[in-house]
């Protein structure tokens, strides 16, 4: 299964995404933190970028996609305990019946998958 994030959301946008770039986000370069370069031995050195990103490597025959609908927030009160908070974002998120993946693997080839089925989970959890 793969597990894709929604992307975040800027000022005055809908809450309306499509599954492309849903897989966009999965593939983008994020930064790490705390990473220690082997050449210059600088902690995050500003002359350089730092980041990971990702694509699906091997391509299922099936393949199962979910969308991560759950975002996390840490705030610190006026005593400087920590909160966890957490929201299920209802966003819309259109899928096609037919998508090439070929954008988002490591194959130049085209990689059609159809759509088969879909399960929405409602509920509080």
């Known amino acids: 299964m793969l597990s894709l994030p929604l992307p975040t959301k800027s000022a005055g946008d809908r809450d309306i995404w499509t599954l492309a770039q849903c897989l966009n986000k999965f593939k983008e370069n994020r930064g790490l933190e705390g990473f220690k370069c082997d050449?210059?031995?600088?902690?995050?050195?500003?002359?350089?970028?730092?980041?990971?990103?990702?694509?699906?490597?091997?391509?299922?025959?099936?393949?199962?996609?979910?969308?991560?609908?759950?975002?996390?927030?840490?705030t610190r009160n006026l005593n400087g305990r920590v909160n966890y908070s957490r929201r299920k974002r209802m966003d819309t998120v259109k899928y096609p019946e037919m998508i090439d993946l070929a954008a988002w693997t490591n194959s130049p080839a085209p990689q059609m998958y159809e759509l088969y089925s879909i399960v929405e989970h409602k509920g509080k959890s």
Request: contains cysteine; aromatic residues 2%; hydrophobic residues 35%.
């Open 39 to 74: 050449s210059c031995s600088e902690e995050g050195a500003p002359s350089h970028t730092i980041g990971a990103s990702s694509l699906i490597e091997d391509v299922p025959d099936y393949l199962a996609l979910q969308v991560m609908r759950m975002e996390c927030e840490l």
